[in-house]
């Protein structure tokens, strides 16, 4: 069987940024699974999936643009401390979630001063090139139940 649309898919994957980094990692875990064609995963890597067999073995680098996209300046903002409530202790790295007026997003703190904190709401991995290591460990037909709801069960 190869992947194609409607297949779920499992696959060990390790992703490294271009200085080699592991940014994340299947290993020790269980396979990740998702359903080829449903947007479970990035475009890049799911493009790339296509046609594949069971054991097949691959690298794939990922542009911004089929990845979590190119950063966008304007999401880095100053917003006052009072923003945080009660949270004394803030450092550049954090990561907090706040609510903005399209839901909650997840920003990291940039800098900080007296009154102010910089985030970044970009997507940690935006504008990043990403490189995966791919192993298909299986691929099956997808119930009509888990197309309906556009994920694995
Ligand atoms: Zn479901």
Avoid at 74 to 103: A, C, D, H, R, W
Wanted: aromatic share 4%; glycine share 8%.
């Amino acid at each position: 069987m190869q992947i194609a649309n409607d297949k779920v898919v499992s696959i060990h994957y390790t992703l490294k940024d271009n200085d080699g980094k592991i940014l994340d990692s299947s290993e020790g875990k269980e396979p990740l699974k998702y359903i080829q064609g449903k947007q479970n995963i990035i475009p890049g890597l799911e493009n790339a999936m296509e046609g594949k067999s069971v054991g097949d073995k691959f690298n794939v680098k990922v542009q911004p643009n089929e990845g979590y996209g190119e950063r966008n300046d304007q999401m880095v903002v100053s917003i006052p401390k009072t923003s945080f409530g009660e949270i004394k202790e803030i450092n550049p790295g954090m990561q907090f979630q706040l609510n903005s007026q399209n839901g909650p997003v997840v920003v990291t703190v940039v800098e900080t001063d007296d009154e102010n904190v910089k985030v970044d709401a970009n997507h940690p991995l935006a504008g990043v090139e990403l490189n995966f290591d791919v192993e298909v460990m299986d691929i099956r037909e997808a119930t009509s139940e888990e197309l309906d709801h556009g994920h694995v069960h």
